[in-house]
């Protein structure tokens, strides 16, 4: 699999697991994101990572924890979720470095259940 | 308020019909807009659109944005089945930045 990958593809969790999901880029790019995708809602942007360095955090709960060790892996941990958490969380990546625009390539996504 | 406004919000069409999809998008800072198609999962990149009047086209889309108006539209001439998916419209604004805000999404269904 190339370009943006993911895993896992599907995730149930109980309120009380800690669970992670991982995102890895292919591409050469420098920035990462999160976003969650829910029911009848526009994607939500997290959090982004320009070179590892976190830019924004989008009044996101403590229950989610970002971690990027470099500029091509991107972690979000996960513990004490709601029910209200079960989403698509999808990552994304991007080329800031050098370009005027951000065209982001996203990955297949994380279906995440919270039980 | 949504910032990023897309209509129709669904859409059925048979095979073979044109269709017009609509993103109306705030001015403030605007640097770019981009359109996505989500089938299942990933969003697929379709078009970034950054001056006004300049059509971009692949194959049967094409897309064009009006800077004075505030908004962008997303045609797709002849459409087959394998055009249902969601089609995602997001504002890249702010100096700076690297958030995209994005629109509910129209979801377009079509029909044999």
């Known amino acids: 699999e190339t370009g943006v990958t993911q895993t896992p593809r599907h995730l149930v969790m109980g309120m009380t697991n800690k669970k992670s999901l991982k995102c890895e880029q292919h591409l050469g790019h420098n920035a990462m994101y999160w976003y969650k995708q829910s029911a009848k809602k526009p994607l939500e942007l997290m959090f982004v990572y320009n070179f590892k360095e976190q830019t924004e955090n989008n009044s996101v709960p403590s229950r989610f924890s970002p971690e990027c060790p470099n500029s091509s892996h991107l972690f979000l941990h996960l513990h004490t979720l709601q029910p209200e958490d079960s989403a698509l969380y999808l990552c994304a990546s991007s080329l800031t470095r050098g370009a005027d625009y951000n065209e982001q390539f996203f990955g297949p996504g994380t279906r995440l259940t919270v039980l | 308020e949504d910032k990023v406004v897309q209509s129709p919000l669904s859409l059925v069409v048979h095979e073979g019909d044109t269709v017009t999809l609509n993103c109306s998008y705030e001015v403030t800072n605007f640097r770019s807009l981009l359109w996505y198609k989500q089938e299942k999962k990933a969003p697929t990149f379709l078009f970034m659109l950054t001056s006004s009047g300049i059509e971009k086209k692949s194959g049967r889309l094409s897309s064009i944005l009006d800077k004075k108006e505030l908004f962008s539209i997303l045609n797709i001439t002849a459409t087959q089945t394998g055009d249902s998916a969601v089609y995602l419209c997001?504002?890249?604004?702010?100096?700076?930045?690297?958030?995209?805000?994005f629109g509910k999404g129209t979801k377009l269904s079509v029909i044999p």
């Open positions: 997001a504002e890249h604004s702010g100096a700076g930045s690297y958030q995209l805000t």
